[in-house]
């Protein structure tokens, strides 16, 4: 049997759990709702659950104004663009670094978790950040990257 590369792995699953984060986040815009909401709600005859007023932040900026579902589609599209590679960040250190990635899931999934329809993207986020780890403690480096390493600039 073969070795498993985990860089790749996680980056096929880093790829996924970002284009999921943009659709979330799209779907985010017509269907706003704070995923927590539960936790000290106050539940109403008519009405149903209320948010606790501790949440009042949360409530404004996911509900009110979408700014974290707008902040996780910024940063969804960013990975994508870093995961599978534009042509102006091929072979540059900004591509190269794994552990540039497993900061930008980890922040991907603190935003997605927190409305509604991001809740896998973070999960998947959090294991490709996981899978990251692993391949740094094992030190593998990206073939792609070690073969353009001298090449900066040039096509």
Known sequence: ?????W???SRYISLTASVYAVWASLWGFFFRKFFWDFIGGILRS???????PKFAVFITVIVKFPIVQILTMGLGIT???LEYPIPSL??????RSIALRVVLLIIQAAGAVLFYQGTNAALWSLIAAMFY?????LREKMEEAIKNKDR???V
């Open 1 to 5: 049997m073969g070795k498993l590369i």
């Open 46 to 52: 008519p009405g149903g659950l209320q948010p606790s």
């Open 7 to 9: 860089h790749e792995l």
């Open 152 to 154: 900066v600039g040039q």
């Open 90 to 95: 091929k072979g540059t250190a900004i591509h």
């Open 79 to 81: 990975i994508v663009a």
């Open 133 to 137: 780890i692993r391949a740094l403690a």
